[in-house]
């Protein structure tokens, strides 16, 4: 949009388009520099019509709206002295209003390499790219590229270079090119726990069920899993205000637990026979509030 609102303030600036500020308009079109103009007619849409005065605020406007279509890289505005005819035979003064747009080229296809069939989906989805929608040069591109890298991230692989191209296949239609270098996985070599009442056995093991394992890939949606499952397991073991701190270094996480106080829950006078009842019944609930003044360790 800077580009045609600079135009628009140099025109301003201008000796004639000053003193065409306020004058009728006698016509209005819509040009594309290098053609391939949408099939759709835009005038309608504009707010600038036969007949109105000419405003700077009702052009700025009209270059917000043709911007707005996602269908042009650039929008110039070009007032020119006219002349219009009135019903009564009078000639008055006016202006011709021109829009000069820079079409975008539309995708025709995505060529995609350097990619495992495996991942081929996942890449697919975080480029987005469909035949027949717009691209913007230089930007579309900057764009692929930070959505592959940051897919990358996530899956837990480090130093993935990505390079993405266009070629034009003819006129107004480009082939995306995207080509993949993997880095390198990005894989667990310790995994340690401080010092906590839960045995380690049982953490692991959580820590196990939230994808973190000793000698594999791990990702950042792999720590916020395991911590889940370990915040569950000391839940499980009465410790409901435990909080589980979750440091990641150099292909190590490190685990650390404040368990803070335990609750055990005592049933007295139960009949015989419905303990488990009552223990199961509590296993449904999502949070079961114990007064540990009432039921201490």
């Known amino acids: 949009m800077g580009v045609g609102l600079t135009l628009l303030v140099a025109l301003a600036q201008a000796q004639e388009p000053v003193q065409s500020i306020g004058l009728p308009i006698a016509q209005v079109e819509v040009v594309a520099v290098e053609g391939g103009l949408p099939e759709e007619n835009l005038l309608p849409l504009l707010g600038a019509q036969q007949g109105q005065v000419l405003t700077v605020p009702g052009v700025r406007s009209d270059i917000a ?47 995609l390499s350097g990619v495992p069939l495996s991942r081929r989906p996942q890449v697919h989805a975080a480029l987005a790219v469909v035949p027949g929608q717009r691209w913007l040069p230089g930007q579309g591109e900057l764009a692929l590229k930070r959505r592959v890298e940051g897919l990358y991230e996530r899956l837990g692989f480090e130093g993935t ?9 003819a006129p107004g239609e480009l082939i995306v ?7 390198e996985p990005i894989i667990l070599e310790r995994l340690s726990f401080g010092e906590a009442p839960i045995p380690e056995g049982d953490l692991r093991r959580a820590a196990r069920r939230g994808g973190l394992v000793e000698g594999r890939r791990y990702t950042a ?10 915040l569950q397991v000391c839940r499980d073991r009465g410790y409901l205000e435990a909080r589980v701190r979750v440091v990641q270094g150099d292909r190590e996480v490190g685990v650390f637990i404040e368990a803070g106080p335990r609750v055990v829950l005592e049933l007295r006078d139960a009949p015989r026979g419905r303990t488990r009842d009552v223990e199961r019944w509590l296993a449904l609930e999502e949070e079961v509030r114990v007064d540990r003044t009432l039921v201490p360790e």
Do not use: H, I, N
């Open 177 to 183: 090119q995207v080509r993949v270098v993997e880095g």
């Open 221 to 230: 949606r792999q720590l916020r899993d395991a911590k889940e499952e370990l």
């Open 65 to 111: 709206l043709l911007y707005s279509t996602g269908a042009f890289g650039a929008v110039q505005a070009q007032v020119e002295p006219w002349f219009m005819d009135l019903d009564d035979g009078s000639v008055v003064p006016a202006v011709r209003l021109t829009y000069e747009v820079q079409t975008l080229p539309v995708v025709r296809d995505l060529e």
């Open 161 to 169: 270079a990505v390079l993405v191209e266009t070629l034009e296949w």
